[in-house]
């Protein structure tokens, strides 16, 4: 059964960096099949995808963020994690960790989802 | 990107009755290559992450209920519920994964009336 659990603190502060491991079961995040994502929800905004992280095809961002989030992964570990830097409150949201099946490139249909963590963005 | 919009953001429906959820995307989300429409649907309940219900339109997954239904006309994509039953109370999202980013629509909240 796969199983999908980030982790990470709650609050962050202003221009400081979040960042999030995602913990996945039942699943080797080594395979070619998935790429592992981050999605968040604003509050009031709706759904917003962050980006993929692929073991051989790499990453892929959301424009809007690009330039300031980066993921890296650990097999070893089962382990994927996100950073996302010079946090302003904008970036108060739930963030997920999700498994997407790949359907071209840097495009994927999300199928388990961690239960999200709320990140708030506040001094 | 593509804009996806969906309508109406919220509906209350008897328990029993048609339920129906519209989405427009900014642009045709059709593949010619294999004729797919890269057009998906969830459900998120209160507390819950989003659920995939169906995916290229109008193929659900496992173990979704088949009062669950998809359907497309260009760029217009409808979410059918036939019989609305309690535990489908729910925010409905649309999402295309026919260009990056990967956009979703605005949510639409369903009720019971």
């Known amino acids: 059964q796969v199983h999908l659990q980030e982790s990470g603190p709650g609050l962050v502060k202003p221009s400081q960096t979040l960042s999030l491991t995602c913990t996945v079961s039942?699943?080797?995040?080594?395979?070619?099949?998935?790429?592992w994502s981050w999605i968040r929800q604003l509050p009031g905004k709706g759904l917003e995808w962050i980006g993929h992280?692929?073991?051989?095809?790499?990453?892929f961002y959301a424009p809007s963020l690009t330039s300031r989030v980066s993921t890296s992964m650990d097999t070893s570990k089962n382990q994927f994690s996100l950073n996302l830097n010079s946090v302003s409150a904008e970036d108060t949201a739930v963030y997920y960790c999700?498994?997407?099946?790949?359907?071209?490139?840097?495009?994927?249909?999300?199928?388990?989802w961690s239960q999200g963590t709320l990140v708030t963005v506040s001094s | 990107d593509i804009v996806m919009t969906q309508s109406p953001d919220s509906l209350a429906v008897s328990l029993g009755e048609r339920a129906t959820i519209n989405c427009k995307s900014s642009?045709?989300?059709?593949?010619?290559?294999?004729?797919?429409?890269?057009l998906a649907w969830y459900q998120q309940k209160p507390g819950q992450p989003p659920k995939l219900l169906i995916s290229?339109?109008?193929t659900r997954e496992s173990g979704v209920p088949d009062r669950f239904s998809g359907s497309e006309s260009g760029t217009d994509f409808t979410l059918t519920i036939s019989s609305l039953q309690a535990e489908d109370v729910a925010v409905y999202y649309c999402?295309?994964?026919?260009?990056?980013?990967?956009?979703f629509g605005q949510g639409t909240k369903v009720e019971i009336k």
């Open positions: 999700a498994r997407a099946r790949i359907t071209g490139t840097a495009r994927g249909l999300f199928d388990y």
């Open positions: 992280i692929h073991n051989n095809a790499g990453t």
């Open positions: 642009q045709s989300v059709l593949y010619s290559s294999n004729n797919k429409n890269y």
């Open positions: 999402h295309q994964y026919y260009d990056t980013p990967q956009t």
């Open positions: 039942g699943v080797s995040i080594s395979t070619n099949t998935f790429y």
């Open positions: 290229w339109a109008s």
